[in-house]
């Protein structure tokens, strides 16, 4: 039997297993010297807030704890996850292994 993480009220959707639920940051809108940056030039974020984990996955018949938690500030491959949307708002749908720090 697989133990389910506890996943955020905030949103209907529940990830399977060996996926997390993240919702991005802001983009920069200005550079380190105050150059205000068009949408088109602006880079997307590789950071987010967790707002759902999926159950722990197993692969080959080991099993892989979800390496977060709901409310983690995590750093992601910049490549990584699939962008849905709900309810207005832009969310990532990441796999654990696209998973690269927990911000402190």
């Given at each position: 039997m697989v133990k389910q993480k506890n996943t955020s009220s905030k949103?209907?959707?529940?990830?399977?297993?060996?996926?997390?639920l993240v919702?991005?940051?802001e983009a920069d809108t200005k550079?380190?010297?105050?150059?205000i940056l068009p949408e088109s030039a602006q880079e997307?974020?590789?950071q987010g807030k967790v707002i759902a984990c999926g159950?722990?996955?197993?692969?080959?018949?080991k099993?892989?704890?979800?390496?977060?938690?709901?409310?983690?500030?995590?750093?992601?491959?910049k490549w990584g996850g699939d962008e849905i949307k709900m309810d207005g708002k832009e969310l990532k749908l990441?796999?654990?292994d696209d998973l690269m720090a927990i911000l402190e």
């Open positions: 949103t209907s959707i529940k990830p399977l297993m060996g996926y997390v919702e991005p940051g550079t380190a010297s105050g150059i997307k974020p590789a159950d722990d996955a197993v692969i080959e018949g099993t892989v704890k979800c390496p977060v938690s709901v409310g983690d500030k995590v750093v992601y491959k990441v796999k654990f």
